[in-house]
């Protein structure tokens, strides 16, 4: 229940965030956060990261749906063979954020943008972006560090079953 929750506030912090950007800047309005580290700039990105994939948002949207599913499958069905904190944690900030710019490109048919790096030349990214890079990131440490540990519980388990 709790990565429900989490999933959820991930979400509605996420939405709540575009909508300031909707509200508050134009589309193409910027407005300095750091000064030399980050801005506020809105975009409306039709693609993918970096814009890639531009003007392709049902199709983005329909694989954005498919991940969302099959993470949030892989979460409940693994959280506990997984029995991790940090692969818990990893699919749930993966499919927070791929719910939260899923909205986004069914309701609005773009993603809305709004943090840019003004101290590197990088894409304008938003808040449902760094849950699913994070996750990303945590959900590859987990494979590299703790996969193999999982993988000999598991087998484990099988074999008391079968022996039980």
């Known amino acids: 229940m709790i990565y429900v929750l989490l999933i959820a506030a991930i979400v509605i912090g ?16 910027s407005v300095t956060f750091i000064p030399g580290f980050m801005d506020f700039t809105h975009v409306q990105n039709t693609g993918a990261a970096f814009s890639m994939f531009s003007n392709g948002t049902w199709l983005l949207a329909l694989l954005s749906a498919v991940m969302a599913a099959v993470v949030i499958f892989l979460l409940f069905k693994y959280k506990k063979q997984a029995n991790s904190k940090l692969f818990n944690i990893a699919m749930t900030f993966i499919a927070g954020g791929a719910i939260g710019n ?9 993603v809305t943008d709004m943090m840019q790096f003004s101290f590197v030349n990088f894409a304008v990214f938003n808040v449902a972006d760094c849950f699913v890079t994070f996750g990303a990131v945590m959900l590859g440490v987990w494979v590299l560090w703790f996969w193999d540990k ?13 022996q039980g």
């Not at 575009?18 to 509200?23: E, G, L, P, R």
């Open 102 to 110: 899923l909205i986004d490109r069914i309701v609005q048919g773009y």
């Open 150 to 162: 999982h993988k000999k519980t598991e087998t484990k388990d099988d074999n008391t079953k079968e």
């Open 14 to 29: 996420d939405q709540i965030a575009k909508y300031f950007t909707v509200a508050n800047l134009p589309v193409g309005g």
